[in-house]
């Protein structure tokens, strides 16, 4: 089946640097995905969509500048924190969905343990 | 605004019997809904979704119902099993953005 892969799973940086996750469609190629943060026992909450080729659009209340989003290819998406603060500290997950499936179904990733010491 | 909700954190149930988890919505235009299943420290893994032209999907032990004129779903697990305790979500897209709005999520804990 269809899978989305995250890189890293797990990262702790200082406070002040920047982080990069890797959101990747193994098998199949997204036009559009999607980045999620989740604070401990909350939901997900959507933060962006990722377009290829194109700028992402942020959910309202989710700062583009700190959170920088790049979509360069049909496989790749990828999730900057800059400068990050210790309130940053979450899991983040993206998700992909095929552009040539007819349904609906949304592939995520295994998220990615951000922590901001 | 909380368009999704699950009002229910967590359940518990023994093993054998039926689970059954739901969700509330209030925005009319959502037209497709899923469920998702989650562990800690792992991202969503799809259970089973509904259009909102149906009312019901079935999937092995899992069954999806649709009352779109009180705006709630629930997720059915028959016979519940161990293996099934996690953090269940409902989750909401509408004219086919992909873009899903999730539910709170809600713990379900199945006893042996």
């Known amino acids: 089946g269809a899978v989305v892969s995250q890189h890293p799973s797990w990262v702790i940086c200082k406070s002040g640097t920047s982080v990069k996750i890797e959101c990747r469609s193994l098998d199949f190629q997204a036009t559009t995905m999607f980045w999620y943060r989740q604070f401990p026992k909350q939901s997900l909450m959507l933060m962006a969509t990722s377009n290829e080729g194109s700028k992402a659009t942020y959910e309202q209340g989710v700062e583009k500048d700190k959170f920088l989003i790049n979509h360069a290819s049909l496989t790749l998406s990828t999730l900057t924190v800059t400068s990050a603060h210790p309130e940053d500290s979450s899991f983040y997950i993206c998700?992909?969905?095929?552009?040539?499936?007819?349904?609906?179904?949304?592939?995520f990733g295994e998220g990615s343990w951000l922590t901001v010491v | 605004d909380q368009q999704v909700k699950q009002n229910s954190p967590s359940l518990s149930v023994q093993e054998g019997r039926i689970s059954i988890l739901n969700c509330d919505y209030t925005n009319s235009m959502f037209d497709y809904f899923l469920w998702y299943k989650k562990y800690p420290a792992e991202g969503p893994t799809f259970l089973i979704s509904?259009?909102?032209?149906?009312d019901k999907n079935e999937d092995g032990r899992f069954t999806v119902f649709l009352n779109k004129s009180a705006k709630h779903l629930s997720l059915h697990i028959v016979p519940s099993q161990p293996g099934d305790s996690a953090v269940y979500f409902c989750?909401?897209?509408?004219?086919?953005?992909?873009?899903?709005?999730f539910g709170q999520g809600t713990t379900l804990q199945v006893k042996p």
């Open positions: 989750a909401a897209s509408s004219g086919n953005t992909g873009k899903l709005i």
């Open positions: 509904i259009s909102s032209i149906k």
């Open positions: 998700s992909a969905r095929d552009f040539q499936d007819s349904g609906n179904t949304i592939y």
